[in-house]
């Protein structure tokens, strides 16, 4: 079984910073990729950022140059550093990862979710 555990959400004011983490955890070959999503209730889960074991990265629009996503494949954790933070930021932010659980065999995990509040 795998796990992934986040940490780091919150309450910020706006312009604020976050970084919030995610780490795997369990039995598994490898992972392919990470990613964070979000979501408002009432509305549909939206991707945020991947990043491959590789390094490739992929983000929303709506966070370009203002969101970093990192992964430390080591200690198999993704990071979200969130800066310049606006209220409509406000969402729960899940992890999501793409596990190799055995050769040729690939399940994706989701997080429990963390929630972050932009408010002044």
């Known amino acids: 079984q795998v796990q992934l555990v986040e940490s780091g959400g919150g309450l910020v004011q706006p312009g604020g910073s976050l970084r919030l983490s995610c780490a795997a955890s369990?039995?598994?070959?490898?992972?392919?990729?990470m990613g964070w999503y979000r979501q408002v209730p009432g509305k549909q889960r939206d991707l945020v950022a991947t990043i491959t074991s590789g390094g490739s990265t992929n983000y929303a629009d709506f966070v370009k140059g203002r969101f970093t996503i990192s992964l430390d494949n080591a200690k198999n954790t993704v990071y979200l550093q969130m800066n310049s933070l606006k209220p409509e930021d406000t969402a729960v932010y899940y992890c999501n990862a793409d596990v190799v659980v055995r050769y040729g065999y690939i399940v994706v995990y989701w997080g429990q979710g963390t929630q972050v509040t932009v408010s002044s």
């Open positions: 369990g039995s598994f070959r490898s992972i392919n990729a």
